[in-house]
Nanobody, 117 residues
């Protein structure tokens, strides 16, 4: 059974930093495209950052230069380092694992990030 679990969400002041982690069980993270998405209340899921099985990374324009996605394959975990946080970064952040060889996709339950004075 595949399970994705996010952690690291918290309340932080503007300008602060957080590191989110997503650990997979039942899958091999390194052969998946691993993405971080966020969904503000009443809005759609937006891609924040992606690291692919081929080794490329992609970022939403809104987070370029502030967020960094990375993976620790030995821990089967993907991280999202978030710096210079802004109130508009407030959202539930979700981890997704997508296997491009069979189109299987797995989501975690999400972790809340709140940026507020």
């Amino acid at each position: 059974q595949v399970r994705m679990v996010e952690s690291g969400g918290d309340l932080v002041q503007p300008g602060g930093s957080l590191r989110l982690a997503c650990t997979g069980s039942g899958i091999i993270v390194s052969i998946h495209d691993m993405g971080w998405y966020r969904q503000a209340p009443g809005k759609q899921y937006d891609l924040v950052a992606l690291t692919t099985a081929r080794g490329t990374t992609h970022y939403a324009d809104a987070v370029k230069g502030r967020f960094t996605i990375s993976a620790d394959n030995a821990k089967n975990t993907v991280y999202l380092q978030m710096n210079s946080l802004k109130p508009e970064d407030t959202s539930v952040y979700y981890c997704n694992a997508f296997n491009p060889s069979d189109d299987s996709s797995y989501w975690g339950p999400g972790t809340q990030v709140t940026v507020s004075p």
